[in-house]
């Protein structure tokens, strides 16, 4: 029997039809497409049931359509990736204890600037109201940490801290101790700033507040390879290729202390990029239309340009606080991913003489107003006791990242 092309065009169609029925048969289960976090669908893929996506239901199973995290206020985001932590000059305090390594770091959000003394004082101002006098003294910044025997900065302890021409600059004489206080107090006090605008119910859970999106992940001091990693900042010098046209020996283009450019960045070509100590006896340059390098003391964390991740004073102005124990044999020892020291595991105590090496020894990078242009450079790293302070040591907090959005 022959098929006209019109026979031919039917059967086809019919073949088709029943090819779908028995394929539609065979899985009549609906699809529920890709989901992510900003699109979960309004059904449960594995058991079919409805989602509540009401934040104040708590007795029904809750997905949050908001995906986006909370980073807090003051941050700025660095992404994180590969880089060649370590010092990149000549070691010439022969420490020997930051050689050069290839690791990875997640992306973290750090404060665009160092941690002022206004900041500090609304600390201690709300602490007040949940704490023994005696402990908030306990709390206070050490004034004392100004004066000296042969020197005249004896009024800096009555000034620096309180009156309000210092208060954006950073906060001096907090240990580190004191810094990791300050920032789960400020963890729970924005916390509580974002349940109340979302109108939540105060009795939920800190697991509650999570699953609903708005938990604030912790403020706390970063790790010493998050530190380091955003101060060199290399993005400014990265190609599409992965490649990068060269080390930074401080956190800005060029081997020098000044301002290469005339454009690129704030201030007139020539100019000094961080406020450090240029030489014996020289802290500001001599006088006349204008300091050269900001300032003889600490000066305002917005002056200066920042690098290019957005961060102020990465060197310079004030030494930071970081996470880590001291060890000297960190830069082997360490995981090449997120790496950090907590404790002395791994290198205990007892492998070194001298008794300064503790697991209470915290590391403190970045130079200072009264540092040589040596320890500006990121791959510096000095240590000091956690519950001591200085007029030149300040800090600033880190925070995780969380995810990635809508996915």
């Known amino acids: 029997m022959r098929f006209s092309n019109k026979s031919w065009g039917m059967w086809a169609a019919a073949l088709m039809i029943v090819g779908g029925s028995v394929l539609s048969s065979c899985n009549k289960t609906p699809g529920y497409g890709r989901r992510t976090a900003n699109k979960p669908g309004k059904k449960s893929a594995t058991t079919g049931a409805e989602f509540s996506f009401n934040e104040q239901d708590s007795t029904n199973f809750f997905v949050a359509r908001n995906a986006e995290q909370i980073p807090g206020p003051n941050l700025k985001f660095i992404q994180g990736g590969r880089a060649v932590l370590g010092s990149q000059e000549e070691d010439v305090m022969a420490f020997r204890d930051n050689l050069e390594r290839t690791v990875t770091v997640a992306n973290f959000y750090m404060d665009e600037t160092e941690i002022t003394n206004n900041d500090y004082r609304e600390f201690l101002f709300d602490m007040k109201k949940k704490v023994s006098a005696d402990s908030l003294k306990k709390l206070e910044p050490k004034d004392d940490v100004w004066g000296g025997a042969l020197s005249f900065n004896d009024m800096y302890q009555s000034y620096y801290f309180r009156f309000p021409g210092f208060n954006f600059y950073p906060v001096a004489g907090v240990s580190w101790s004191q810094a990791n206080i300050y920032a789960k107090w400020r963890t729970d006090y924005v916390q ?216």
């Open 192 to 407: 509580e700033l974002v349940r109340k605008e979302r109108g939540l119910d105060s009795t939920f859970t800190k697991t509650q507040l999570i699953e609903r999106g708005v938990a604030l992940a912790d403020y706390r001091l970063p790790s010493e390879a998050e530190w380091e990693y955003a101060a060199k900042a290399m993005i400014g010098t990265q190609y599409l290729d992965e490649n990068q046209e060269y080390g930074r020996i401080y956190p800005w283009d060029g081997r020098g202390v000044r301002n290469p450019y005339n454009v690129k960045r704030k201030g007139k070509q020539g100019d000094f990029l961080a406020n450090f100590k240029r030489g014996r006896g020289d802290y500001g340059g001599i006088s006349g239309n204008q300091r050269n390098d900001g300032e003889i003391l600490p000066t305002n964390v917005y002056d200066m340009a920042p690098n290019d991740f957005g961060l102020y004073h990465m060197a310079g102005n004030m030494n930071e606080w970081v996470y880590d124990v001291y060890r000297p044999l960190t830069y082997q020892d360490a995981d090449d991913l997120n790496p950090l020291r907590k404790d002395g595991y791994g290198d205990d105590v007892s492998n070194y003489e001298v008794s300064m090496i503790t697991d209470e020894m915290r590391v403190y990078k970045g130079g200072s107003w009264r540092d040589v242009t040596y320890w500006l450079a990121p791959g510096t790293r000095r240590f000091m006791h956690q519950d001591s302070a200085t007029n030149h040591i300040g800090f600033r907090c880190a925070m995780i990242s969380i995810g990635e959005r809508g996915k």
